[in-house]
């Protein structure tokens, strides 16, 4: 099992740089091609979509996956076929209200064309979410990774396409139908299983529905917590203003969301196989609560120091007023990773109303507070340190809350909380510092070749100053961390794929490492 863990976990870890190597370029690319009202459009119909659709599949794939690979064979013809149903009905929900919803709501019927091809991706993704639930039963991580890194891909790169073809924002919307059909086609070959030839056993939906509601509820309250408050953007913010707001958010958030979804494919089948050893499963998770907080804190902060030079380097300045708003979304985003964690545990516990109350605590508590300081202020900035406190103060409650559901006591939770959080903001500090105060004029602008061109001497200042705070933080991080966090750090490092492993051990001087176990 310790070895399945470690294996699963250092695969997702690989699909997640490899999708945010990939999503990277193309936000950068679609930074140069699209407005920030085109962004607003896509973070407004994805959350109309998503309500809409009252959680993609129904819950049913999580379900399989807690019943167990014994359970497979008898429950995968009917979890098919009713989720199947439950696709195309909210297909047919969405298809219907979304031109009453553009028009009468949002006063823009642009939004009616995103939400209808949102909505012929619902049933075609069906076979995929049933079989990717196989792989992860048999853990097979592996080739998860392998699938959902591929499908990630071919999503950039038809995002690319047409948005060079002036799609413009539909050009975010579009690659959903296509990639759904080959999540499918690809889930099937791999899988080798064809659960749509197995009965659909009508008798068993009312049963299977009684199960999963909760678990609906909690799926639809969790999207909520991401993508709630651009519900209250849209309406009243500008939609430039709203774009910056999901530019920014999206910047910091990307390698935090593939993170927790990566990471909850792989801790949702293995915690639901330590249900019978309560101490085991207290134990992982607490040491899991340490490293997630810590590798959160660290990549969303990476991204905050560099953000002022490399958005004029990249973009000229097209989105600098987000700036100010990915700095804060990266100092406060990190609490947000472990909901991978906690939402992992209760649903491998069975604890679905739990997870839903949970979920529904953090969706509302930072809609509601991100409205307010939409309607108070009008203003991007306030809004996000709003925004940032909610999911600090939220996240902090409900993980004490499930910590002490384990008996596990509230100080080890916030020490796990709050450690390598404020190590990865001592470490910012000095790089921020550098970047704002040192006079990158004289020592590098006024030193290069005056033949330059203008536009070459301030890309060479701001890749230099990408460079040094990128530096500075890193280093420092380090230092913090192998200093007070020895076995954090150690525990991160289990993460890493095999063959990387030894080589970054020896760089940060940790000796060996074992194979993560969860006991």
Known sequence: MGRAAGGGLSWMLVATVVSKLATSITQFLLGWWLLPEHFARFAIATTVAGLLMLAKDGGLPSLLTRGGPEQYPRLSGPSFWMCLAYNTGAALVMAAAAWPISTLVYQDSKLAPMLWVMAISLPLGTSASILQSKLRLDLRFRDYALLITLSGLLRQVLTIVLAKMHFEEMSLAA?????????????????SDKPWRRPAVLAMWGKLFSQTKWLINGCVAAFTTEWGPYLALGLLLTRDKTGYYFFAYQITAQIGMLLQYNLNVVLLPVL????????????AFLRLLRGLTLVGSFLSLSVAVIISPLEHLLWHGKWAPAVAAVIIFGIFYPWRVSVALTSAVLMAQGRFKRFAGTAWFEGITLTVVVAIAAWYTRELVPVAICSGLAILITRLLVTLHVCRMFGIPGLSTINAMFTGWIISLVAAAPAFALDQFFNWTFYVKDRLPASLSPVVREGVVDAVRCAAAGSIFCLAFLILAGVFLRTDVLEAVKLVPVRVRRPVSRLLRLGSTAPISSG
Do not use: G
């Open 272 to 283: 639901a196989r330590l249900n019978d050893q309560p101490e085991r499963q207290r134990d």
């Open 175 to 191: 690659p959903v139908v296509l990639t759904a059909i080959f999540d499918s086609i690809a889930a099937w070959y791999v899988c």
